[in-house]
């Protein structure tokens, strides 16, 4: 039997190596990324360990977490080893990972520049393999009253009504809005229907007294302002 044919299992190694172990023995933030990985899918495939095939996985996502995060479970479902019931898991995890981070963002921060805006929306936004269009409510302070999902689309655009976007911004007494819909293709330039539907919000809510401040097309590795760039 080859070297590189040989399978590893996790009980032949070494108590410290072992996931779960290392874990009781040492606390979880000693375990690597495929070692946490491993203990959720449990185990490999006939040529892999759980740690191995975890490895693998992570290299073919450049080691990048929130590249894995992207992946659906269909994704996940092409590496040997790992069926319908691990890939949901690891989509699970990821999904906590991601809610945390968004309980953990400040609800009544105050807006003061574009990078203020999309930090907020961060968590709403990121990893997302569709189109969503959000409204940032904000008081006369420009602090963030609420942040309301107004629109879902497909892969290459969605649908914001802008009634519903005044709607809510009278509802909640909001003396200016921001709005943000993310490209999950990552690319950031504005298509005609942005601009066009941009104008259309502004000019309604300059009727009903509401300030649009911004438009931020949001990507997971930028963004664009129209306000930035002038476009508003």
């Given at each position: 039997m080859t070297t590189e044919n040989y399978k590893i299992s996790i009980k032949e190694l070494a108590e410290d190596d072992r996931p779960r172990e290392?874990?009781?023995?040492?606390?979880r933030t000693a375990l690597s990324d495929a070692e946490l990985i491993a203990i959720l899918i449990g185990s490999g495939n006939r040529n892999e360990s759980a740690v191995q095939l975890s490895q693998r996985i992570l290299q073919e996502q450049k080691n990048d977490l929130n590249q894995l995060a992207r992946l659906s479970i269909k994704d996940l479902q092409k590496f040997n080893g790992i069926g319908e019931a691990k890939a949901i898991t690891i989509c699970a995890a990821l999904?906590?990972?991601?809610r945390r981070k968004e309980q953990d963002a400040p609800k009544k921060i105050?807006?003061?520049?574009?990078?203020?805006?999309?930090?907020?929306l961060r968590p709403k936004l990121q990893d997302l393999p569709h189109e969503e269009f959000w409204v940032i409510l904000l008081s006369r302070s420009n602090k963030i009253l609420d942040m309301q999902l107004v629109?879902?689309?497909g892969i290459t655009g969605t649908v914001a009504d802008v009634r519903v976007i005044l709607k809510l911004a009278l509802e909640n007494s909001a003396s200016g809005i921001i709005v943000s819909h993310n490209h999950p293709s990552g690319n950031l330039k504005p298509s005609s229907q942005d601009i066009q539907l941009t104008k259309k919000i502004k000019e309604?809510?300059?009727?009903?007294?509401?300030a649009l401040l911004d438009h931020l097309?949001?990507?997971?590795?930028?963004y664009l302002?129209?306000?930035?760039e002038g476009m508003l």
């Open positions: 290392k874990m009781m023995l040492k606390g999904e906590l990972g991601r105050a807006i003061s520049s574009s990078k203020d805006v999309y930090n907020a629109g879902r689309g309604a809510s300059t009727i009903m007294d509401i097309i949001f990507t997971d590795d930028g302002s129209f306000a930035d």
